[in-house]
């Protein structure tokens, strides 16, 4: 099964509408990464996690990370075309201080203006 | 614009070849790391080197080969290839090795013919 599981795989929403994304692990994490990428494109650094509770916020999007659930989620306030694309979680769960991310599926988020 | 730059952007080759992919990394950044990305088995770590040394491998074949040279940039090798090693293979820096954010190149999108 997948380390890291997201949900949901993919997501339409109206412009103007909030969103949430999950990233569940199966393992300990140990920091948390949350990327953005447009199809076929380098992927775009948001946002990292690294201590239970953590919460970050850019813009309009803020990351949470629940340690003890093993899970991050990332909510996007008032959607905007802008915001489409792929995001991806990925998690450094080899150990404190391993070098190699592991990396969700995806979820693909579609905005209709 | 990540700072990471990635040559060439597209590769067609048939099976069989070797292929060079090019990295160079942010200025200033000491690791560079390697991903594959299909649409099979999602975003997967390579391998990774810092400051001209090999740190921790991943999912990588014995027919695929990297090295990082003195003035940090690297070079991803991949031989006898199949036509299982289409996808976008993305190069990644960062400044340290762990707890740090990677940043992504646009990635080189190899087809194997």
């Known amino acids: 099964s997948q380390e890291l599981e997201q949900s949901p795989q993919s997501l339409i929403v109206q412009e103007g509408k909030n969103l949430t994304i999950n990233c569940t692990s199966s393992k300990t994490l140990y920091g948390l990464y949350w990327y953005k990428q447009k199809y076929g494109e380098g992927l775009i650094f948001l946002m990292m996690l690294q201590k239970g509770g953590e919460e970050k916020s850019h813009e309009k999007i803020t990351a949470k990370l629940d340690e003890k659930k093993q899970q991050s989620s990332l909510h996007i306030t008032a959607s905007q075309p802008s915001h489409a694309g792929i995001y991806l979680c990925g998690a450094d769960i080899s150990g404190a201080g391993s070098y190699q991310l592991t990396f969700g599926k995806g979820t693909k988020l579609s905005v209709i203006p | 614009d990540s700072g990471v730059t990635q040559t060439p952007k597209h590769l067609i080759t048939a099976t069989g070849q070797r292929v060079t992919l090019r990295c160079s990394p942010r200025?200033?950044?000491?690791?560079v790391y390697w991903y594959q990305q299909s649409l099979d088995q999602g975003l997967q770590f390579l391998i990774q080197y810092y400051n001209g040394e090999e740190r921790a491998k991943g999912n990588i074949l014995e027919r695929f080969s990297a090295q990082q040279f003195p003035d940090l940039h690297s070079e991803l090798n991949l031989s006898s290839l199949e036509l299982g090693d289409s996808a976008l293979y993305f190069c990644a820096s960062s400044l340290g090795t762990g707890g740090v954010p990677q940043y992504f190149g646009p990635g080189t999108r190899l087809l194997v013919l």
């Open positions: 200025s200033g950044d000491l690791s």
